[in-house]
Nanobody, 123 residues
Framework: HVQLVESGGGSVQAGGSLTLSCVYS????????MGWFRQSPGAKREGVAR????????SYSDSVRGRFTISRDNTNNTLYLRMVNLKPEDTAMYYC?????????????????WGQGTQVTVS
């Protein structure tokens, strides 16, 4: 059973930076894909970035491309999201997601496992 625990959220001013972390456990195979999603109150959960674990490049939503960077450290079982030049519209609960296969899309229904989320507030 895969478990995901996010951390690193907080409150920052516009233009600031944050790095989110997601520690995953309960899965010891290479075939996986991970992603970050976010959800604002009253809005649908939207994809931010995804990263397959097979060497393929990451993909990002248009709203964050060039400002956010997704990366993964398999040694420490940790997924990261580096966010720079943050904007008030980036304010949301951010969720880490995991799928036990290489292929995944930046869509909610492409992932089976989810963390509890970490709040990011940009003012």
């Amino acid at each position: 059973h895969v478990q995901l625990v996010e951390s690193g959220g907080g409150s920052v001013q516009a233009g600031g930076s944050l790095t989110l972390s997601c520690v995953y456990s309960g899965y010891n195979y290479k075939e996986s894909c991970m992603g970050w999603f976010r959800q604002s109150p009253g809005a649908k959960r939207e994809g931010v970035a995804r990263l397959p674990n097979d060497g393929r490049i990451a993909s990002y939503s248009d709203s964050v491309r060039g400002r956010f960077t997704i990366s993964r450290d398999n040694t420490n079982n940790t997924l990261y999201l580096r966010m720079v030049n943050l904007k008030p519209e980036d304010t949301a609960m951010y969720y880490c997601a995991f799928e036990a296969r290489f292929g995944c899309l930046l869509r909610v229904d492409s992932f089976s496992y989810w963390g509890q989320g970490t709040q990011v507030t940009v003012s």
